[in-house]
């Protein structure tokens, strides 16, 4: 089968890569760029743990085509820190061990940021819906969600 | 083996602070490694060809089409396995099941069961070669339920199994039999003013990790060998893999990857084996990755259960006898921790007659593997929910009920021991005493309280501390990190040497640079490698101790140690500057070499554990759905060294303990295949079906560590079952005796209870 020839931005370095049409983006951006922070954990669109944003939009690299990914900009975990500063969300997950096993992590980072970029004071319940895709077999949320409301809180502080 | 009586309880510096975890920056940036992110060059791709029947007889397997499609390398059967496995010396029976159930040989026997498996240039090269290949299959009669399975009529699913534990004349699905308990039942019933007996069921559940099985192997024709895989225990997979590979343990090289979650389920192999086999006969590393459905089909799940549990109660409230027999269907290999789930029903009360029965029984499911506090969260299921409805029936308070029956130091467990101090009383009065305990209820809410009971485990544990020349250490532990435990090591070590604990990095050594040790399982990691750590510390410390002493001139005993200086003591006191440790290292080159610290033992004194749960649900009348409204943890860690991972402890396994009480179940059809076999409809908790879960931290001291340390990894997943069974009952007054508590489940009680 011929492969795709697919030109995009990952965390804004211009990329190409080849891809077999039944090649997933999670699958192009873990086998063919290394970036492997986005994970599978289901391959269904159902875990949220290879969530990454495509031209803003919160999607599960899992349920879109490599191939679609052309023209597109992609933003994944690995883009989230500034060089060798974290994201508030970063730091505050390290802070409150918002993170066991952290298999997890990269996709809810991606997720929350993606909300508090759309909404800086959501409520518990807006927190906890919009991580409804995400799931986390580890903390049962508690820390997590603790940790994406106070760093909206010093966020919104900060700004 | 003896330990030291040298208990220390408070004055801690590092130990109980909550510092940020050594592996957080690398889990946050998305660069840890995990199983399926390791490359190596010439790497190939496997995949596995899985049985779509129950039970069925492998009459032939042809891989001639699969081995044709460009790109395979290498195509794997039964047959590739060296059948000398099980006769090689000091292979259990265990390591051939085991080899059965990585491979199946004359019979599928489950849905799901692997029967060969491809290496290719590509993943999906792999996927579409698996396609190719042909079994021919002759479908047997199956059977899933553990019920069913123990009837006269059910399927022989593996003839031979049963050990001589199993009484004469059961069927030949039972395979082992567990008894225990004292005193006389019989007589205690009669004592009693209220005896009830009541039926339970729960069906399998998921570990649910979110990270699938993979692995990365490599395996040479001289027999050496590489593996990387994501696992609870790289040491005992090292064991396994050589086993049933036929190679020398020593010659592969096992590491563990930072792992995606386990809970018990990482603690076998699956595809390890077989990515080593097809490297093999490739020469070329082979990477293999689980798809969801496959971690769902072939997994371990951990088993379901049919129960029946009588107790006896006088109208104050005292437990005159309890009585419980726990069926556990396991798959289709001996191991369902019926034993466990028997011992561990009524452990949490002081009961002059009690007796419980186990029956491990085989079915047509893949093989359970341990999952959190194997086999109590249901039988914990069925005692604490006879508990509750006793207390409502006769008025009386639950917590007060099991304060009244409450295990303390001195009582004869149920399970045999005599009980050293435990938490089990400090649990209820902390739950008696807690403002959820008095917090008003809504209209159509409930409260819910149960307690639940793990034992805690030590096993074998090596760990080796380095120091270096500007006075840092480097502490080698061979558990792999499931919840934190690089971070609690560090502590532990700072607090013996006195040095900060950012001056310290733990790493999760390969099998190829430390001694051997046990499974990252039954709660043992801040027990058993935290007291190698504390030991080898203090190894290294009496190390220390001799060069300042040397230096100086005195005898080493005349040497004390504090917050990371050696000081002259006794008669010597006030003779010497203290020396720094950074004084010492800096010239240990030249005062006879480096200096290091090590420690191996099986310690056996992880104190056991106990947790009392507090739940307030709402049930939906119009739908059956159940809200979880507040959760209350509060459970005896002993000393928590690193408190915030203790928290986490106990709201992880209150999470799933919620998922498995309300959601999740493992739903096969009448064909006996997996009918759920996605998150999609095997629904683990998200964020938005839970509440924040509070937690409160006992701290009981365990006399078997240094520290007071008791495991907290698995007791919370003991009571959530029950306290949320209770609270449902309590909220819409039907009670519950199957899980999962679904809201047609729900529905269908309310409905048979407003017709009645």
Redesign the interface.
């Known amino acids: 089968m011929s492969k795709i020839h697919v030109s995009t931005t990952v965390n804004g370095d211009p990329v190409d890569f080849l891809c077999d049409p039944r090649e997933t983006l999670l699958d192009c951006l873990r086998d063919k760029l290394s970036l492997t922070g986005a994970k599978e954990g289901c391959g269904t669109g159902d875990c949220g743990a290879c969530s990454v944003e495509v031209d803003g939009r919160l999607v599960c690299s899992c349920l879109m085509l490599g191939a679609e990914a052309n023209g597109k900009a992609i933003a994944t975990v690995e883009g989230i820190a500034d060089g060798e500063t974290l994201h508030p969300l970063q730091a505050k997950f390290i802070e409150h061990a918002a993170l066991q096993c952290g298999i997890c992590t990269p996709g809810i980072l991606v997720a929350a940021k993606n909300l508090l970029e759309k909404n800086d004071s959501p409520t518990e319940e807006e927190v906890r819906y919009w991580l409804a895709g995400n799931l986390c077999r580890c903390t049962g949320y508690d820390k997590i969600i603790k940790a994406v409301m106070e760093t909206a809180a010093d966020m919104r502080e900060a700004s | 083996m003896a330990l030291d009586n040298d208990l220390k309880k408070d004055g801690f510096t590092f130990v109980g602070t909550?510092p940020?975890?050594p592996?957080?920056?690398?889990?946050?940036?998305?660069?840890?490694?995990?199983g399926?992110?390791m490359?190596a060059p010439g790497m190939l791709h496997g995949a596995v060809l899985r049985s779509p029947h129950a039970h069925a007889r492998i009459k032939g397997i042809d891989t001639s089409k699969a081995e044709a499609l460009e790109g395979v390398k290498a195509v794997v059967t039964r047959a590739d396995f060296p059948n000398v496995v099980q006769h090689k010396p000091g292979l259990a029976g265990e390591m051939w099941n085991v080899m059965e159930n990585v491979m199946a040989g004359e019979k599928a026997l489950y849905d799901g069961h692997a029967v060969a498996a491809v290496a290719a240039t590509?993943?999906?090269i792999a996927r579409d070669a698996v396609k190719l290949i042909e079994v021919d299959y002759e479908v047997l009669p199956h059977v899933t339920d553990v019920d069913e399975a123990m009837a006269a009529d059910a399927p022989v699913i593996r003839e031979g199994s049963a050990d001589k534990s199993v009484p004469e004349g059961m069927h030949p699905n039972v395979v082992r039999y567990h008894e225990s308990g004292h005193g006389d039942v019989e007589a205690g019933f009669a004592e009693a003013d209220l005896v009830m007996e009541q039926t339970y069921k729960t069906e399998a559940t998921h570990?649910?990790?979110?990270?699938?099985h993979a692995c990365l192997g490599m395996l040479g024709s001289d027999g050496k060998g590489e593996l990387w895989c994501t696992t609870q225990g790289h040491f005992f997979f090292q064991k396994v893999c050589a086993a049933l590979l036929d190679l020398e343990a020593s010659q592969l090289r096992v590491t563990a990857s930072?792992?995606?979650?386990?809970?018990g389920g990482k603690t076998t192999v699956f595809l390890e084996p077989v990515a080593l086999a097809l490297s093999r006969k490739t020469n070329r590393p082979v990477k293999m990755?689980m798809?969801?459905s496959d971690v769902f089909r072939a997994t371990g799940p951990t088993a379901s259960a049919s129960m029946d549990v009588k107790i006896g109660m006088t109208k104050d409230g005292t437990i005159t006898a309890a009585q419980g027999i726990f069926r556990l269907q396991g798959g289709a290999f001996p191991g369902a921790p019926a034993d466990m789930s028997a011992m561990c029903a009524f452990a949490p009360y002081d009961l002059q007659n009690v007796r419980q029965v186990g029956y491990d029984v085989i079915a047509n499911r893949p093989k359970q593997a341990a999952y959190r506090a194997p086999g109590a969260p249901m039988s914990a299921f069925a005692a604490e929910s006879v508990i509750d409805e006793m207390c409502n029936k006769l008025g009386l308070d639950p917590i007060e009920v099991r304060l009244k029956n409450a295990a303390k130091e001195g009582t004869k467990a149920s399970y045999g021991p005599t009980y050293e101090a435990i938490g089990q009383v400090a649990c209820l009065e902390a739950a008696k005493a807690h403002p959820h305990y008095a917090a008003p209820l809504k209209p159509g809410q409930g409260r819910g309280v149960a307690s639940g009971f793990w034992f805690n485990h030590g096993g074998e544990t090596s760990v080796s501390l380095a120091l270096s020349e500007d006075g840092t250490a480097q502490i080698s532990v061979g558990t792999p990190d499931?919840?934190?435990s690089r971070a609690s090591m560090a502590l532990m070590a700072a607090e013996v040497l006195g040095i900060p604990y950012e001056n310290i990095r733990v790493t999760i050594a390969d099998t190829a640079t430390l001694g051997y040790n046990d499974v990252s399982h039954g709660s043992r990691v801040t027990y058993a490698s935290g007291l190698a750590t504390i030991k080898a510390a203090r190894d290294a410390v009496e190390k220390l101790k001799g060069r300042a002493a040397a230096q100086w001139g005195i005898d080493p005993e005349a040497v004390t140690w504090e917050d990371g200086f050696a000081k002259p003591s006794g008669p010597n006191a006030g003779d010497f500057e203290p020396l720094h440790i950074t004084k010492i290292t800096a010239k240990m080159g030249r005062t006879g070499g480096p200096i290091s610290g090590h420690f191996e033992a099986t310690p056996e004194g992880a104190g056991v554990s106990f947790g009392t749960h507090i739940v307030d649900a709402e049930v939906d009348p119009e739908t059956g759905k159940t809200s979880i409204i507040r959760y209350t943890v509060i459970q005896d860690a002993g000393k928590a060294i690193h408190p915030?991972?203790v928290?986490?402890q106990f709201?992880?396994g209150?999470?799933?303990g919620i998922g498995w009480a309300l959601n999740e179940e493992y739903i096969y059809g009448d064909d006996g295949r997996l009918q759920n076999s996605?998150?999609?409809d095997y629904r683990?908790?998200?964020?938005?079906?839970?509440p924040?879960?509070d937690t409160v931290i006992v701290e009981v001291p365990n006399p078997g560590h240094p520290y007071g340390v008791r495991g907290v990894g698995e007791t919370g997943i003991v009571p959530p079952l029950a306290a949320v069974a209770n609270a449902v009952s309590n909220a819409a007054g039907v009670r519950l005796k199957e899980l999962p508590m679904s809201p047609p489940k729900i529905l269908k009680a309310l409905k048979e209870q407003s017709d009645t």
């Not at chain 2, 570990?207 to 699938?212: A, D, F, M, S």
Request: charged share 25%; proline share 3%.
């Open positions: 909550r940020d975890r592996d957080g920056l690398d889990k946050v940036t998305g660069r840890a490694k995990f399926a992110d490359v590509s993943a999906l570990q649910g990790y979110i990270e699938p930072e792992i995606g979650g386990g809970f990755v798809s969801r499931i919840g934190g915030a991972y928290e986490g709201q992880g209150a999470a799933q996605i998150f999609l683990i908790p998200v964020a938005s079906d839970l924040m879960i």
